[in-house]
């Protein structure tokens, strides 16, 4: 298996509601990121997990929460973003060796939408 | 600190002409440079990478690009254009040879759009 998985690939969603977006790897690499990508631009990193924890977060407002509950599972936990927050999201992973992280490997991305 | 300059943000070429995406890069370190390539409303996909070996590195559906160190240029090149081909296309610098704690963050470059015509 070497493909990185993304669910839902569309999300629609109020400014009130909580929703989550979920990234799936088996590929067995301990690094996962998530990217925010506006039309017409490069990926923005948010966040990056290494081995599970937290190693990054860039600056990125408290309404996106990050989760990693295992090796294999990145959550994005959504609530109360604002209509400039609707984006495709993706999720990247990339195997460590040796202590350096190696080329990422990028899921296919949701489409958000904030009504 | 590392940058990435695509120096076009737009290239149309025929179908089986050659295709040209240039890519300049600055980086501290030895760098670990990358092409994704991007279609409409999809993820990136890895066509191929640079990590210190090999200068000229082939990468899949036919795309090489080669590593100039005195030019400081990745540049992309394909012999034959596909329509398949028209797509977005980002070159890549890591600084995951950097050391430290840096989790192999990429700097992007801004994209160049292929448009390629029957």
């Known amino acids: 298996d070497t493909e990185v998985t993304q669910t839902p690939k569309h999300l629609v969603m109020g400014m009130t509601n909580k929703k989550s977006l979920k990234c799936e790897q088996h590929m067995g690499h301990r690094a996962m990121y998530w990217y925010k990508q506006k039309a017409k631009k490069p990926p923005e990193l948010m966040f990056v997990y290494s081995y599970e924890k937290l190693s990054i977060n860039e600056s990125v407002p408290s309404r996106f929460s990050p989760e990693c509950p295992n090796s294999s599972l990145l959550n994005l936990h959504l609530h109360a973003l604002q209509p400039e927050d609707s984006a495709l999201y993706l999720c990247a992973s990339s195997r460590r060796t040796s202590g350096v992280y190696n080329e990422q490997f990028f899921g296919p991305g949701t489409r958000l939408t904030v009504l | 600190a590392q940058s990435v300059t695509q120096l076009d943000s737009h290239v149309s070429v025929s179908e089986g002409t050659p295709v040209l995406l240039r890519c300049n890069y600055s980086?501290?370190?030895?760098?670990?440079l990358f092409w994704y390539v991007q279609h409409p409303n999809k993820g990136l996909q890895l066509l191929l990478k640079y990590t210190s070996a090999a200068t000229l590195v082939k990468g899949i559906n036919g795309f090489e690009a080669e590593f100039k160190k005195s030019e400081t240029s990745f540049h992309l090149t394909k012999p034959s254009a596909h329509m398949s081909d028209a797509a977005e296309y980002f070159c890549v610098v890591s600084d995951f040879n950097a050391g430290g704690t840096s989790y192999g963050k990429l700097t992007f470059g801004q994209g160049t759009i292929l448009t390629v015509h029957p």
């Open positions: 980086s501290s370190y030895s760098p670990s």
